[in-house]
């Protein structure tokens, strides 16, 4: 009967056939095994906005730094200076900085900065394709820079080359890194002045330039000069700065900024992470009184009496000045419509729910609404979002230059940058709204507003009768105020120079007896009787942030966390 | 020859009256044999005063002469139990004094009407070295098993469930993630009918399952269908099986009625129950968004302030499961057919969540006039789940439905509207989560599954000695989900969002095998299986995420303004391989086996893709052989086995690729992934050691099992993790080890054996240690998965699996608390340390079976010892002070320890170069609530190891009292047996070490099936229900 099972036979060695063939099935169908750069370059550009951001949901360090810079106030971690290793907003921008990582929450994946340049570097070199190897040395040294600036010491030499075999990095010293990245922005810019005829250009896929290879040479030295401006204190940098500022060729016109654009929640939702909080299931970022009181005059050191008229671009309040909170919880710290709580709180009124009460970032910032007086709940509705993150602006370049003079690093005058700078801080929230947040709603100019003079005017005044640390001090305080929503600059520059002074709740003449007293009248449910709050902070002001604790603890050539109460940037004297 | 045979039917059975499965009976003299079925049925043909002889083994045979008769019953002698037929790998069936390892057989009986229609769950506590827990209380939540740990550090470490011979994918399809908004998901194992379950044999170790391959090193668990297994049986029989339970929530916290919202003793709009004492105010102003909604509601400013005792229970209502399922079977000498069709619909005490589920599957066999013996099977099964989102929900962005439903503030009346006149949510306060009336009501997650099975099977002697079998099948399982989430919900923005999440996967299994069984001497005998093995899994699963309803109450991504392909994925994986097995007995008291197996993977580089593994066991029936007769001792064995287990990678593991990203500002990108894989991979590999006995004293009133077995799995192919700054998270490659030490023990007490009443006592004992035995060079510890800061689990060297690690206090050197001195809180330290261990110590089940005549009561307890557990649920209850732990609120409170400085984690603060006792006072709010930042309390905003509890729990888990009704009875009437029963489940629960008033069942666990254990983030409680069966046979 062996004839009748014959069909098997067939059945059998048809399955052991060419195995091989059959088993040659793993090629991934799903992903590309090679890309062009310019599918990475508009990646690396993103995530970098990204990775800087205020990011209330996904983590970015603005998140963490408006806080330290007493522009936001939280009762998250930041607040009280308590953030570790394992906070998620180191996590995300460590990851995010250095390889690409997948993005909590949404599940999409967030792409790495470092890694991807380091792919764009190799293989448009290779392909004659400088303009965007330039491109990708300049964002590099960029990324490294801030990432000294807020960490220290950091993998550089041996970073990135896990393919090439180094799993485990070494830290190299912050100040040999700063060395080298001058270096590397002068290979860039060299790179993007090679007049070989590149195969590819880079266009569209340039979300910052387009592509536009002047505005890149521009930015490159604009960033030696902050990075020298930073340095000043341990190295004598007269010569390179003038050499830069002579050779003329730094970021000179508002259209010039180096920023990421954001865009609106439309085919994609490409809005700026920071105008999260208008959607937030729960809204942490609130605007610090501290900022809020130097913007309104009421601080007693500066601007004293001096109302900004950037509020309303700057802060949205969700109530008006009559109105009880939407919760009907008491609010800790209210000023008529300004709704907070204050850094440092241990208040019996800090915890309370007032999501649709508090005050929000505004317009500039984060894309959100500009304070029309309408007093209506935020939502996702209330704005495009569109706002760009700020890495160097034209204002920034001025008030460089300011502090350079003030500081005697160069000669000139240091006032006339001043009041340039104040000029182009102004014309800068105007080009933002009219260019890229481009709103729904009416949004009037602020340049040629009369609010405007007056307050540049007052402002020079307070200059003019200051005394030169004084000076320095005011330079550096507008420079903060113009600044609003990129806060890693600021943090540097209250490391660097101490200014602006911030809210220190162990300092007895801000918070005396422990206990900082908002407007006696800012409550109108409690007229003529708002509560003074109790503040304390336990730790004190981080001089940098810690390292991603996951990079210690996998990586055996990491150091031993920091004390961030006492470790020192290089650049710190 | 065939004209003068008529057909004999009959059952076997043993002198207790049980029935002996797969019995051989022959007419003697002649080649005609056929086995009985699991219950001892048969069914042969032979002529008038044939002799049929009745053997199995471990019975003494016996002949009867048939006569004329057409029925024919017998009852067998010998040591029955012990020496039973067990089904093993590739569903050979092999006597049980032959096997060198532990198979555990479970009796379908124990697992229906026991009001629990969760296959898996009703085998909790039953099987020794199995460890089952569940996931949600909701329905269909899926069940995680799990036999001798896990042997993957971040793969499948669950058994291979193999029904009818084709591998059954037991898949979690997780769409969302859980920790952020993901719902109470299915396992594939809810599709399949209990019903239609005919047997369920659990190969425990390694070595039991070599022959099934790679997935098989996490053992085997290989379920048999009634409708699959048809086999020629006496006539036609029908069953019908009817049952209904009650549900309830099992457990609600006692909850403290005398505080209503808000801190520190005054009131506010808050979340927490911290406010003043009911008795010490009476009103309160009215909800703000409730007055504004519907302002009709609230002639006054003010509503009362006064508790709602029963705020919480009233949100959940009764539910019910309700099954039905009727078997058929019959057929002639030749053919028979098998149809069982269930159907079960389950309603949760949720609002809004259910499952409904329906069967149908039909198998049929016949015996080819050449000799060739075919049968065929094929099943349906169409499941339909309704449920909500759970979840941590401070995750930004999402919702849980759980969000705050067990801790309410004791003031919240919710019966008031849930939502407003344009149907947003509407809760007492603003925000923070979505009234769960409402989320039960718009945000609900519909996953429907369809699952179909095909086989066919083919066996063939050409001599007595040597024999054919060809089994191919197929099993596609299909999911097809949509979660939405309405607009107004505080996930998505606000804006609505809907989720389409498409899953197929087909597996293709073909077993070719030869059985060679030759006479070689009287004592010796040999048998020798050869075999090919082709599997084939195929995935494909698209997702798609539509964002921002453009109108309300329509759940299409058409009415959706965004749309993004979240996931557009196929993977194909294909392995062969070809084995030996060679068992030689002696005297039938010695046995020896052999294994080989070589596999070709699809997914391993070429050159590594062919691997080898073999096993020896080996048994001794030491009574047989030392010719032990003792009345004392009846039966005793030894076994032992040694077995190699091969492993391959996942597909798509070795090249790198870039992934498409959605595009931004309009332009395209793409980015470098942040996995790097490896084209070196090597297969890996889980060998293990297995060394048993099983005994019998007193004619079998105790009877003991008990395995030890060591398994260690080494070079695992698993994605370590990398310092961010090597520009990848993490790399695909082969390393570290793991391994797995335990004990299992089976042990029958029989006290009392009467002919109308016995006492069975059935107890099993389950312990095993899974311990990282090591990682690669310079790596301290990895990260098991990314759950939320301050909370993950951990593998590292020298510590358990899957480890959770997260933020605790700091301490000094003498192991003091230090405290901040300005908060009285304790300080949390810098570096996050082991805070618990997911795994129990050991699990034992206990089953009490009394019988009178035909009524029968059964009870089992199960206790599990140890094992961690971090839970939101009971975190916030305390936090949000809700309970009556936290009742006690005049108190002041002195966290004891010494005061440290907060700058400087874990230094004490010296004055004199001496420690100072902490002296600060904190409020109960603040001992349970702290304000977060660097210092905190034990409930909310603490250090994480205050969330952490040991989860030892005691279950009365389950209670049967069943009645046969009597044979005399049911004499005229058309019933073969009624059997009525009531059942109740998880009656009572007892955790010893979990704060007395919140009443928390530590058996719950937010991630399902996964790897990932001992969280729980707001999860649903467990259910407790009563039931009533009827079991009718025709």
């Known amino acids: 009967m062996l004839h009748k099972i014959k069909f098997i036979i067939p059945f059998v060695a048809l399955l052991a056939m060419s195995c091989k063939k059959f088993l040659d099935i793993n090629t991934d169908p799903n992903n590309p095994v090679a890309v062009e750069v310019s599918k990475l370059l508009p990646t690396t550009q993103r995530t970098l906005g990204d990775a800087l951001s205020m990011d209330e949901q996904n983590g970015g360090l603005s998140e963490i730094l408006a806080v330290y810079t007493h522009q936001m106030s939280t009762r998250e971690e930041a607040d009280k200076y308590g953030i570790t290793g394992v906070d998620v907003n180191i996590q995300t921008a460590w990851s995010k900085l250095f390889s690409s990582s997948a993005n909590p929450g949404t599940g999409f994946p967030v792409y790495g900065v470092l890694q991807n340049l380091e792919d764009i570097i190799a293989k448009s070199t290779a392909a004659g394709n400088f303009r965007y190897a330039g491109i990708a040395k300049i964002l590099k040294a960029y990324t490294y820079s801030v990432a000294v600036d807020v960490f220290g010491d950091l993998p550089y030499t041996e970073a990135n080359k896990l393919k090439e075999g180094i799993l485990y990095p070494k830290f190299d010293d912050d100040a040999a890194i700063y060395e080298s990245l001058f270096a590397l922005i002068n290979a860039g810019i060299a790179d993007l002045s090679n007049p070989a005829v590149n195969p590819q250009v880079p266009g569209a896929d340039d979300l910052i330039y387009g592509g536009n290879v002047t505005r890149w040479v521009k930015a490159a030295n604009t960033l030696k000069l902050k990075m020298y401006t930073q340095i000043r204190k341990v190295k004598n940098v007269s010569a390179e700065v003038n050499a830069l500022i002579s050779g003329g060729n730094l970021i000179s016109q508002t259209s010039e900024s180096f920023l990421l654009p954001y865009g609106p929640n439309g085919a994609t939702d490409d809005r700026n992470p920071g105008f999260y909080t208008y959607f937030a299931t729960q809204r942490s970022n609130h605007v610090s009184p501290w900022f809020y009181e130097i913007l309104k005059g009421y601080n007693t050191r500066i601007f004293t009496g001096n109302p900004d008229p950037r509020i309303k671009y700057y802060i949205y309040n969700q109530v008006n000045a009559t109105q009880n909170p939407r919760e009907g919880n008491q609010t800790e710290y209210r000023d008529g419509a300004f709704v907070s709580i204050y850094f440092g709180s241990v208040g019996p009124d800090r915890d309370r729910s007032q999501q649709n009460t508090i005050s929000l970032l505004g317009i500039y910032p984060v894309g959100g609404k500009y304070d029309d007086g309408s007093a209506t709940v935020a939502n996702a509705n209330s704005g495009t979002g569109a706002a760009p993150y700020r890495f160097i602006t034209y204002a920034d370049r001025l008030y460089l230059e300011a502090e350079l003079i003030s500081t005697g690093v160069i000669t000139g005058d240091a006032k006339t940058k001043l009041t340039q700078a104040m000029a182009e801080s102004f014309k800068q929230v105007d080009y933002v709204i009219a260019n890229y947040v481009r709103p729904a709603q009416n949004v009037p100019a602020l340049v040629g507003l009369a609010a405007v003079a007056t307050y540049t005017s007052n402002v020079l005044a307070e200059y003019d009768a200051a005394s030169a640390e004084k000076k320095l001090e005011i330079i550096m305080t507008q420079k903060w105020l113009s600044s609003v929503g990129s806060a890693v600059d600021q943090y540097t520059d209250i490391r660097r120079t101490g200014y602006p002074l911030v809210f220190d709740p162990s300092n007895p003449s801000m918070a005396p007896g422990g206990r900082v007293q908002p407007p006696i009248n800012g409550d109108p449910v409690n007229p003529g009787n708002q509560k003074s709050v109790p503040v304390q902070v336990s730790r004190t002001f981080a001089l940098a942030l810690p390292w991603f604790q996951t990079e210690l603890e996998s990586n055996p050539n990491a150091p031993a966390q920091k004390n961030p109460s006492i470790y020192k940037v290089f650049w710190m004297p | ?1034």
Do not use: C
């Open chain 2, 1 to 1034: 020859m065939f004209g003068q045979n008529r057909t004999v039917t009959g059952k076997v059975t043993n002198a207790e009256g049980r029935p002996v499965p797969f019995a051989t009976v022959t007419v003697k003299g002649t080649p005609n044999a056929v086995s009985a079925d699991e219950n001892g049925n048969f069914s042969i043909q032979a002529p008038a005063n044939a002799v049929l002889v009745f053997s199995s083994t471990g019975y003494q045979s016996s002949e009867m002469n048939i006569g004329n008769q057409t029925t024919v019953n017998t009852t067998l002698s010998g040591q029955a139990a012990l020496t039973e037929v067990v089904v093993t790998a590739l569903g050979i069936r092999r006597t049980d004094r032959g096997l060198g390892y532990s198979v555990s057989k479970v009796n379908p009986d124990n697992l229906l009407q026991k009001s629990e229609p969760d296959v898996l769950k009703s085998l909790q506590g039953k099987v020794a070295g199995v460890d089952i827990r569940s996931s949600q209380g909701t329905p269909g939540a899926a069940t995680r098993i799990q036999i001798r740990g896990n042997n993957s550090f971040f793969g499948n470490s669950e058994p291979l469930i193999v029904v009818d011979g084709i591998p059954y994918s037991n898949d979690q399809i997780t769409t969302t993630s859980q920790v952020s908004n993901g719902g109470a998901y299915t396992s594939g194992i809810s599709n399949l009918d209990p019903n239609d379950i005919a047997s369920i044999n659990v190969l425990k170790g390694s070595s039991a399952a070599a022959l099934y391959g790679s997935r098989a090193s996490n053992g085997v668990i290989i379920i048999t269908t009634k409708s699959g297994s048809a086999r020629r049986a006496k006539g036609t029989e029908i069953t019908f099986k009817s049952s209904f339970s009650g549900e309830t929530i099992a457990n609600l916290p006692e909850y403290q009625n005398e505080y209503g919202a808000g801190s520190q003793l005054a009131y506010s709009n808050a979340n927490g129950s911290w406010g003043p004492a009911f008795a010490t105010l009476d009103s309160i102003p009215a909800w703000p968004t409730l007055k504004a909604a519907y302002p009709e509601l609230f002639p006054s400013a003010n509503v009362d302030y006064r508790a709602y005792p029963d705020n919480v229970k009233d949100l959940f209502r009764k539910g019910f499961v309700y099954e039905n399922s009727l078997n058929v079977s019959g057929g002639d000498e030749k053919s028979s057919v098998g149809v069982t069709a269930s159907h079960l619909f389950h309603k949760g005490y949720v609002y809004n969540s259910d499952l409904e589920r329906a069967n149908l599957a039909l198998g049929a066999s016949t015996k080819l006039d050449i000799g060739i013996n075919v049968s065929g099977n094929f099943s349906y099964t169409r499941a339909n789940q309704e449920g909500g989102f759970f979840g941590e929900n401070q995750v930004g962005g999402t919702a849980s439905s759980f969000a705050r439903s067990l801790f309410l503030a004791r003031n919240w009346d919710m019966n008031l509207p849930f939502e407003d006149k344009n149907g947003l949510p509407l809760q007492p306060n603003v925000t923070g989560y979505d009234n769960p009336r409402w989320s039960a009501r718009y945000n609900t997650i519909n996953t429907n599954e369809e699952r179909l099975i095909a086989g066919a099977h083919f066996d063939f002697s050409i001599k007595k000695w040597v024999r054919f079998d060809y089994t191919i099948g197929s099993n596609v399982a299909r999911i097809d989900r949509r979660e939405k989430t309405e607009i107004g919900s505080r996930a998505a923005s606000g804006l609505g969002k809907l989720v389409l999440d498409n899953y197929r996967k087909q597996e293709l299994e073909s077993n070719f095998l030869v059985t060679l069984t030759p006479d070689i001497s009287k004592d010796l005998t040999l048998k020798v299986l050869v075999g090919n093995n082709f599997n084939q899994r195929t995935i494909t699963n698209a997702t798609q995420t539509g964002n921002q309803f453009i109108t309300k109450g329509v759940y299409t991504l058409g009415n959706t303004a965004q749309q993004q392909f979240t996931n557009d994925f196929y993977s194909r994986h294909r392995i062969l391989g070809v084995f030996g097995d060679v068992t030689l007995g002696y005297k039938n008291y010695a046995f020896l086996n052999g294994t080989l197996r070589n596999d070709w993977s699809s997914t391993l580089p070429v050159e590594n893709r062919s691997y080898l593994y073999p096993s020896v066991s080996a048994s001794l029936i030491v009574t047989d052989a030392l010719k032990i007769k003792s009345n004392l001792l009846d039966y005793a064995k030894l076994r032992a086995g040694w077995a190699k287990v091969g492993r391959d990678a996942p597909p798509y593991s070795l090249n790198d690729v870039y992934t498409i990203n959605p595009g931004f500002l309009g332009i395209p990108s793409a980015t470098l992934p942040s996995t790097a894989n490896s084209s070196t991979l090597k297969p890996e590999f889980t060998t293990e050691i297995e060394l048993g006995t099983q005994l019998s004293f007193a004619k079998r009133r105790v009877e003991l099992d008990f395995t030890w077995y060591n398994r260690k799995s080494t070079n695992l192919i698993a994605i370590i993790t990398t310092p961010p700054s090597s520009g990848y998270l993490a790399q695909v490659t082969n390393f570290g080890g793991i391994r797995n030490r335990g004990m299992e023990i089976d042990l029958m007490v029989r006290p009392i054996r009467g002919k109308n009443f016995s006492w069975d006592v059935h107890g099993i004992f389950t312990r095993n240690e899974n311990t990282v035995t090591e990682l690669t060079s310079g790596v301290d510890r990895i990260q098991m998965a990314g759950i939320i800061a301050g909370i993950n689990p951990y593998l590292e060297p020298g510590k358990p699996f899957g480890y959770l690690r997260g933020t605790v206090s700091a301490r000094d050197a003498e192991g003091n608390l230090l405290i901040d001195p300005v908060t009285g809180w304790m300080i949390t330290a810098d570096d996050e340390q082991m805070v618990g261990d997911p795994t129990p110590d050991f699990k034992l089940g206990i089953t009490n079976n009394l019988r009178y005549k035909g009524l029968s009561l059964n009870v089992l307890w199960d206790w599990t010892q140890g094992g961690d557990i971090y839970s939101v649920t009971v975190n916030t209850l305390l936090g949000r002070g809700v309970t009556k732990d936290t009742r006690e609120r005049e108190a002041a409170w002195i966290i004891p320890g010494v005061y440290g400085d907060p700058n400087n984690p874990g230094q004490p603060l010296l004055v004199g170069g001496k420690t100072v006792t902490n002296h600060t006072v904190v409020s109960t709010n603040d001992l349970y609530f702290s304000a977060g930042g660097p210092s905190g309390s034990y409930g909310i905003n603490s250090a994480t190891e205050w969330a952490v509890y040991d989860a030892t729990v005691f279950h009365l888990r389950e209670v049967t009292l069943a009645y046969d009704l009597p044979k005399t009875l049911l004499k005229n009437l058309p019933f073969k047996g009624v059997t009525l029963s009531f059942s109740g489940r998880n009656l009572w629960h007892l955790a010893p070490n979990m704060p007395k008033y919140t009443n928390f069942d530590p058996e719950v666990n937010s991630f399902g099936s996964t790897a990932v254990q001992g969280i729980e983030l707001s999860a649903a409680p467990t259910t407790r229900r009563f039931g009533f069966n009827i079991n009718v046979s025709f």
